[in-house]
């Protein structure tokens, strides 16, 4: 049985980090957490790109336009929407979701996700470097996991074709 894991490594892979501007001191936060652990992980610095929206519903539309130019291996959204008095939240952060996993399946390129969807601004700050971690950080690590593996899985199914045909 073979078994399959990415290895977080941003050697030689290029970075986007794209985050919204509401909330921007929570959205500043995780787009820090997100841009260290890519160089953490060997991301050169000219190699990780920044881009900031007005805010959540923004970034599915800017995260296409992102992978559609072919210049990344892998993206990094992050942002906040937190809970107001309105159904507002519920279609901002939904469709903001929905969006995001609808890129990275139509582009087949990793997409990192780091909006945070929170009840208080309290539960965003512990999430954006507070007592619960750097969501940003966390999704920049889900992002260089799973370019790993997509690579692995292409060398691996372009190996096996290749010895099929021999």
Not at 83 to 88: K, L, Q
Request: glycine share 10%; with cysteine.
């Amino acid at each position: 049985m073979a078994e399959f894991e990415g290895t977080p490594s941003g050697r030689a892979r290029r970075f986007a980090v794209v985050a919204s501007r509401f909330n921007e001191r929570i959205s500043r936060a995780l787009a820090e957490g997100a841009v260290q652990t890519l160089l953490d992980a060997g991301a050169a610095y000219d190699d990780v790109d920044l881009v900031w929206v007005p805010g959540a519903w923004e970034l599915p539309a800017a995260a296409r336009v992102l992978l559609q130019s072919e210049r990344y291996d892998a993206l990094v959204a992050v942002g906040a929407v937190i809970r107001g008095e309105t159904p507002h939240f519920d279609y901002v952060a939904g469709e903001a979701s929905r969006g995001l996993a609808d890129v990275g399946v139509e582009f087949e390129i990793p997409v990192g996700f780091g909006l945070l969807t929170c009840d208080t601004m309290a539960q965003a700050e512990a999430r954006s470097g507070g007592a619960h971690g750097n969501k940003g950080a966390d999704a920049a690590m889900a992002a260089l996991e799973m370019v790993d593996l997509f690579a692995r899985l292409t060398i691996d199914i372009h190996t096996d074709s290749d010895a099929d045909e021999g």
